[in-house]
């Protein structure tokens, strides 16, 4: 099992930036995706942005252009660098990886971190 320790979440005025970092506590198990979902007001997870081993990225529309992903295969940790923060950015975020073990791909989460942006 790999778990997750997030940190850098807050309260930030819009306009603001935060960044966000998630730590994965393993030394064993190869991990490919490393990504971040917000948390919608249905409880369903929504990718804000992603990026692979190999460093490829993948964002939400929304992201696209505000927020950079980025990781360090070396500290198996995953960052999400927020700017230009607007109220509808608002929620939990999750960190998420992917991770090979006994034969197959699993996803482990972290426990979430609070963001909130106010007007």
């Known amino acids: 099992q790999v778990q997750l320790v997030e940190s850098g979440g807050g309260l930030v005025q819009a306009g603001g930036s935060l960044r966000l970092s998630c730590a994965a506590s393993?030394?064993?198990?190869?991990?490919?995706?490393m990504g971040w979902y917000q948390q919608s007001p249905d409880n369903q997870r929504e990718l804000v942005a992603s990026v692979t081993r190999g460093g490829m990225t993948k964002y939400a529309a929304s992201a696209e252009g505000r927020f950079t992903v980025s990781r360090s295969n070396v500290k198996n940790t995953v960052y999400l660098h927020m700017k230009s923060l607007k109220p509808e950015d608002t929620g939990v975020y999750y960190c998420?990886?992917?991770?090979?073990?006994?034969?197959?791909?699993?996803?482990?989460w972290g426990q979430g971190t609070q963001v909130t942006v106010s007007p």
């Open positions: 998420s990886a992917t991770y090979y073990k006994d034969g197959r791909w699993n996803d482990s």
């Open positions: 393993t030394n064993i198990f190869i991990i490919d995706t």
